[in-house]
Each structure stands twice: as structure tokens, then as C-alpha cells.
């Protein structure tokens, strides 16, 4: 194909178009395009040209837009404690702006201790969520070491995931599994939102698998010597990470207008142990 006749329709924007928001990386549809005859120059700004329209677009769509119905616990009158399922849990903050809200004793200790008993032997260098491909990486933003559990693995972790759905109100298949969390001295979570990215070509893949992410909650299995909260940044807002304690926060669409910008302080002495539990729209499978 001559390079000096070759003109981008809208035929082909639309052909573009269809193959990013269809899942395929932009590598992938790049390669397609030149294995057409397409001078590189030419299909790499049209795809460059494409994947910023997308984007803007999805963005403009998404910070009017919002999920109806979230998790969230029952706290009509402000009571400082609530008992879920027979056991005790203390309100110790709230924030509406982001949602934002810190539980006491959401786990007892002996559960606590054996969560991190069961999880020790299967940690692995912690990976995130790669949105380009839908899978999985390791990323120098995350330096602790991580492991999940199959929901509904073993009796403490079943229950402990049927305390949270009661908590939250929030169906128990909705859960991803438990991740649980080592972070030694030094390490850190640099801050970083739960949601997945709707503009990245990898998302629908995740998306497939249970929906959108609308919550997140991390119980602190330990008390870290020193440092190791969980920040907020955008709010200027720190949470002491204290064993059996939690912090909950949702997030009801996949925009920074949520102000869920997050992220795990560096520890400074000791070592800081976490489990998270990410919640989705629908059944996580």
C-alpha cells in the first residue's frame, strides 16, 4: 500500500474502535493493522488518535454515572457499636466524602493469628492487576509479599467472609477471595485506586468475572511497631493500621471523583500484615 495515498476513514476509526473496546491490547491491534499494509507512522497515530477518544469519552461518561446500590453498613443513628451475627464490632470513624468508615474488633485476635498462620506458607512476591492484558504482574509500586484464598477455603476464612457480607450488607458470592498481605520494613503500596480502569483495554476481560469493584476492606492482622497506614491522600486522611481493626471504603464509580486514592504507608519497624477483601457489583466467579 503506497504511504503517500494511505487516508485514515472513518471506516477504519470505527474498525479501531471496535477492536479496543473489544479487548485487544493496542500492541495487537497495531500488529493487524501493519500486517494489512498500513505504514507504521500512519496506523500508530490513527490507534494513538482512536484510544484518546475513547478515553475522553469514557471519562466524561463516567464521572456522571453512578452504581445505585453499594455495600454499606447499617449505621442509622450513629450507634458506636454494632453487633453482627453475635459479635461485637466498634464504630470508631465514619466520612461520607470519600465513604470512608474504621471498625474495632472486626476480627478477634485468635482470628486474626490464624489467618496469618495459614497464609505464611503460601506467600509469593505480590502482583496487581495488569489492565492492559486483564492479568496479573508484579509492579514495583507493591513491595510486599501476598497470597490469596479461594473463597470459602477453609472454616475461618468462610467465616469471616459470611461476617463481612452480614456487616456490609453485600451478598458473600459478590467477595473476591481473601488476599492476605506481608509488608516487611520498607515495603509499601504507593496510592492507587481499587476500580478498574474502563479506558484500558484489559478491563472488560476482568469486568467479565463479577463486574466492577465498589468497595474495598483491609483488616489489620497485626500491629505494625511503626508506620504502615493506610492513606488517603486526596483527603489528607490516615489510618493507624491496629490488630482486628478494619477500614472499609467504596467507591460508586470507576472515577477519581471518589476521592478512593489510597495507598499503604511505608513500614518503618516491625512488620504490618493485612487481608483484603475487594467486593463487586455482581458474583464474583
Not at 443513628?77 to 459479635?87: L, T
Not at 512476591?125 to 495488569?130: E, G, P
Not at 497470597?147 to 463481612?164: S, T, Y
Not at 518503618?268 to 463487586?280: M, P, Q
Request: glycine share 10%; charged share 20%; net charge negative.
Amino acid at each position: 500500500m503506497n504511504t503517500t495515498t494511505q487516508t485514515v476513514t472513518p471506516a477504519l476509526r470505527q474498525w479501531i474502535a471496535d477492536q479496543v473496546r473489544g479487548g485487544f491490547t493496542p500492541e495487537q491491534v497495531l500488529k493487524s493493522m501493519l500486517d494489512s499494509g498500513w505504514h507504521f507512522g500512519v496506523a500508530s497515530q490513527a490507534l494513538q488518535d482512536v484510544t484518546s477518544d475513547i478515553r475522553q469519552e469514557m471519562e466524561r461518561s463516567l464521572a456522571g454515572q453512578a452504581f445505585t446500590k453499594l455495600p454499606e453498613p447499617s449505621l442509622e443513628d450513629s450507634p458506636s457499636r454494632i453487633v453482627v451475627d453475635g459479635h461485637p464490632v466498634d464504630i470508631v470513624m465514619t466520612s461520607q466524602d470519600p465513604r470512608v468508615v474504621v471498625f474495632g474488633n472486626l476480627l478477634t485476635h485468635a482470628e486474626c493469628d490464624g489467618v496469618v498462620d495459614l497464609a505464611a506458607k503460601r506467600l509469593e512476591r505480590s502482583h496487581t492487576v495488569d489492565n492492559r492484558t486483564g492479568g496479573s504482574e508484579v509492579n514495583s509500586a507493591r513491595t510486599s509479599e501476598g497470597m490469596f484464598f479461594d473463597r470459602g477455603e477453609n472454616e475461618l476464612v468462610l467465616g469471616i467472609e459470611k461476617r463481612i457480607a452480614a456487616l456490609l450488607n453485600w451478598p458473600l458470592e459478590n467477595g473476591e477471595g481473601l488476599q492476605v498481605l506481608r509488608y516487611r520494613p520498607g515495603a509499601e503500596y504507593k496510592p492507587h485506586y481499587d476500580y478498574f480502569d474502563p479506558t484500558q483495554p484489559g478491563t472488560p476481560a476482568i469486568l467479565s468475572r463479577g463486574g466492577q469493584r465498589v468497595a474495598t476492606l483491609v483488616m489489620y492482622l497485626n500491629t505494625p511497631d511503626r508506620g504502615g497506614a493506610t492513606t488517603f491522600p486526596d483527603v489528607k486522611l490516615e489510618v493507624a493500621p491496629v490488630k482486628g481493626n478494619a477500614v472499609f471504603f467504596s467507591y460508586d464509580r470507576p472515577h477519581p471523583a471518589t476521592k478512593t486514592l489510597h495507598g499503604g504507608a511505608p513500614v518503618i519497624a516491625g512488620e504490618k500484615w493485612v487481608a483484603t477483601k475487594w467486593l463487586r457489583i455482581g458474583r464474583f466467579a
